[in-house]
Every structure is written in C-alpha cells, then in structure tokens.
Nanobody, 124 residues
Framework: QVQLVESGGGLVQAGGSLRLSCAASGRTFSNYAMGWFRQAPGKEREFVAAISRVGIIKRYADSVKGRFTISRDNAKNTVYLQMNSLKPEDTAVYYC?????????????????WGRGTQVTVSS
C-alpha cells in the first residue's frame, strides 16, 4: 500500500499555470498506475489524467487534453500534473490516486489509495 500527499495547489488567474505534485510513501511506487481526479462543489469526482507504471501510457479527460500533462519520476516516488491555460471551470479539489494495475484505468472505484487533495482555484 501507499500513502499519498498532494501539493502545489493555489489561486491563479485564467490562462495561467500550476504544477501539482503527489509524493508517495514506501518503496513500491512503481507497482502502481497513478491518476489525478478532481471534484468541484456539488459535483461528482471526475477523472482528469492517468499514467502507467513506468510512464509509457498516458490518458486524459477530453476537457483537459492539450492543456494538462501528467508525468512521474519513480526514483522520487512522485507524480506530477502540469496544468496550463487554466480556466475557471478547472476550479476544484484535485486528488492523487494509486491503482495496483498493469493497465491505465479511468474509474474512481478502480483506485485503492487516495491523497487528501489540494485546492485549485482559477479566477476570471
């Protein structure tokens, strides 16, 4: 199992950028596909991006394609989400999650471990 801690959230103007980080505990980080999800007030938690165990496969929600980039550094037990061209509708709490799978999956229920989240607020 892993424990996850997100960081890097904050307040940014529309069109700006942020980079989120997710630090994982333990020595088994490379055994997990990793995902980013977000949840806005009154809405369900939704998939944002995911990356396979060694970073070969990446998948994105249609709403963030071309703007967000997921990456990982297994030597540092860290996954990142680079967010560019931010829009007010990107405002949400962003969560890092780990999936003990050899494939990249998109469903919230497929991820076993979750961080506490970090707030991203995009102003207009």
């Amino acid at each position: 199992q892993v424990q996850l801690v997100e960081s890097g959230g904050g307040l940014v103007q529309a069109g700006g950028s942020l980079r989120l980080s997710c630090a994982a505990s333990g020595r088994t980080f490379s055994n997990y596909a990793m995902g980013w999800f977000r949840q806005a007030p009154g809405k369900e938690r939704e998939f944002v991006a995911a990356i396979s165990r060694v970073g070969i496969i990446k998948r994105y929600a249609d709403s963030v394609k071309g703007r967000f980039t997921i990456s990982r550094d297994n030597a540092k037990n860290t996954v990142y989400l680079q967010m560019n061209s931010l829009k007010p509708e990107d405002t949400a709490v962003y969560y890092c999650a780990a999936d003990p799978s050899n494939v990249v999956r998109l469903g919230v229920d497929t991820y076993d471990y979750w961080g506490r989240g970090t707030q991203v607020t995009v102003s207009s």
